[in-house]
């Protein structure tokens, strides 16, 4: 009994472990009917962190201004006068290709009094070459 098993465990069955792998890959891509890509692309534009929006504005035209720069690890401050909250986004990255768009990632942070909120986002340059963010959500740390 102990033979036929280490039989079938060293040679009976042969299957390739990366064919096993590409079969999973292949089966998370697949698309089904119940997502709607249109409406999970606009729900990653929206902001997923509560903030005001316009806060978030302000947040936005700071990270286009510091990704024209091309330079990873750089910063700009932003504050929005009208509720006070201030904060910063820094570029992470340098920029790389996405669906043939240039983009890069950053991470913003925002304060407000005591309260202090970090994001993490990603945006890539239009058409006109102005950085559009794609996307921005609360930022968890590791």
């Known amino acids: 009994m102990a033979a036929a098993g280490g039989s079938l465990v060293l040679g009976g069955c ?3 472990l990366g064919s096993l792998f590409d079969k999973n890959k ?3 891509a697949e698309v089904t009917g119940s997502i709607n890509p ?3 692309a606009m729900a990653a534009m929206q902001p997923a962190t509560g903030l005001p929006d316009t806060d978030l504005a302000y947040a936005r035209l700071a990270a286009a201004e510091v990704l024209t720069r091309n330079e990873k690890n750089i910063s700009q401050s932003w504050e929005n006068p009208e509720t006070g909250a201030r904060g ?11 669906n043939g768009n240039n983009c890069r990632d950053f991470l913003a942070s925002h304060v407000q009094g005591k309260a202090e909120t970090w994001m993490e986002g990603s945006a890539c340059q239009a058409g006109s070459g102005q950085w559009e963010v794609r996307s921005l959500k609360a930022w968890r740390r590791p």
């Open 14 to 16: 042969s299957v390739q």
């Open 26 to 28: 292949q089966r998370d």
């Open 88 to 98: 910063s986004v820094t570029a992470l990255s340098s920029a790389y290709a996405d």
């Open 38 to 40: 249109v409406a999970n």
